[in-house]
T-cell receptor, first 113, second 114 residues
Framework: DTAVSQTPKYLVTQMGNDKSIKCEQN?????MYWYKQDSKKFLKIMFS???????INETVPNRFSPKSPDKAHLNLHINSLELGDSAVYFC????????????FGPGTRLTVT | GQQLNQSPQSMFIQEGEDVSMNCTSS?????WLWYKQDPGEGPVLLIA?????ELTSNGRLTAQFGITRKDSFLNISASIPSDVGIYFC??????????????FGSGTQLTVLP
């Protein structure tokens, strides 16, 4: 069974469109995250979320918004896509109190044309 | 924000050779983590270090938490083709809340030649 899954794996869209990436974890974890990996492979946290708080990295444009329908899902919505949004987006999850072990999904490669 | 300087940026080695990489910062940390990212996959945690001076092994991998708490090292012995990938160091913030946001280094791309 896949621990952290993301859909779609690849997403190609045009500038100005709105798109969503879905993430699900079946580990029973209480915290989920979204990361962005740019073309130079640099990984940067975008959001972290548990049932108590949402922490947004200050550099993330407000066109990006996480939405959590339940504890096992944290979806990423992106409005008015821009060329610079092209990257690989990773979802991850962890359980509070178990150290810093974060489990990552396989990533979604977003290409904005 | 926190910055981690990871080196080398890339390495090309022969199968069987040993590999060393490191991560440094101007800030001190209480935890150092090492992740590996296989091509087309998400990062996977290899080793976690929680105490200054700590030396921890995971198979052929050995990582050390620097005494100054500002650096960490990862060594891979007798490399094999499946060691190919990007290795990242990562640290949590000193003052952590309930959401555990990690800062990642820039990565070391390892290529193992047969």
């Amino acid at each position: 069974d896949t621990a952290v899954s993301q859909t779609p794996k690849y997403l190609v869209t045009q500038m100005g469109n709105d798109k969503s990436i879905k993430c699900e974890q079946n580990l029973g974890h209480d915290t989920m995250y979204w990361y962005k990996q740019d073309s130079k492979k640099f990984l940067k946290i975008m959001f972290s979320y548990n049932n108590k708080e949402l922490i947004i990295n200050e550099t993330v444009p407000n066109r990006f918004s996480p939405k959590s329908p339940d504890k096992a899902h944290l979806n990423l919505h992106i409005n008015s896509l821009e060329l610079g949004d092209s990257a690989v987006y990773f979802c991850a999850s962890s359980q509070g109190g178990s150290g810093w072990k974060q489990y990552f999904g396989p990533g979604t490669r977003l290409t904005v044309t | 924000g926190q910055q981690l300087n990871q080196s080398p940026q890339s390495m090309f080695i022969q199968e069987g050779e040993d590999v060393s990489m490191n991560c440094t910062s101007s800030s001190i940390f209480n935890t150092w983590l090492w992740y590996k990212q296989d091509p087309g996959e998400g990062p996977v945690l290899l080793i976690a270090l929680y105490k200054a001076g700590e030396l921890t092994s995971n198979g052929r991998l050995t990582a050390q938490f620097g005494i100054t708490r500002k650096d960490s090292f990862l060594n891979i012995s007798a490399s094999i083709p499946s060691d190919v990938g990007i290795y990242f160091c990562a640290v949590p913030p000193i003052s952590s809340g309930s959401a555990r946001q990690l800062t990642f280094g820039s990565g070391t791309q390892l290529t193992v030649l047969p």
